[in-house]
Nanobody, 123 residues
Framework: QVQLVESGGGLVQAGGSLRLSCAAS????????VGWFRQAPGKEREFIAY????????YYEDSVKGRFTISRDNAETVVSLQMSSLKPEDTAVYYC????????????????WGQGTQVTVSS
């Protein structure tokens, strides 16, 4: 079992920045692909970005390209999502997810999930 914990959410004004973190309790994330997703009230869960266990370039959903950056820390115990130029439409609960085999945009393929962290962007 992999227990994921997100942190870093909060309230920010439009144009501002937030950094979300996803940590695995008691273990490294080096052998897991990690994806970030979000879900706004009344909407389906939406893919944002992933970083593969295989290495290579991260992958982003078009609406966040150039604004969000996903990265691993040097110890590979935390995967962060740096969010800049935030917009009110970015308001949602943000989740990180991990999987030992799968990497991609399909949320239902990820085995492990965090509890989510709220991000609210005011206009």
């Amino acid at each position: 079992q992999v227990q994921l914990v997100e942190s870093g959410g909060g309230l920010v004004q439009a144009g501002g920045s937030l950094r979300l973190s996803c940590a695995a309790s008691g273990r490294t994330l080096s052998t897991y692909s990690v994806g970030w997703f979000r879900q706004a009230p009344g909407k389906e869960r939406e893919f944002i970005a992933y970083i593969s266990w295989r290495g290579g370039s991260p992958y982003y959903e078009d609406s966040v390209k150039g604004r969000f950056t996903i990265s691993r820390d040097n110890a590979e115990t935390v995967v962060s999502l740096q969010m800049s130029s935030l917009k009110p439409e970015d308001t949602a609960v943000y989740y990180c997810a991990a999987d030992a085999l799968y990497y991609g945009a399909s949320w239902y393929e990820y085995d492990y999930w965090g509890q989510g962290t709220q991000v609210t962007v005011s206009s």
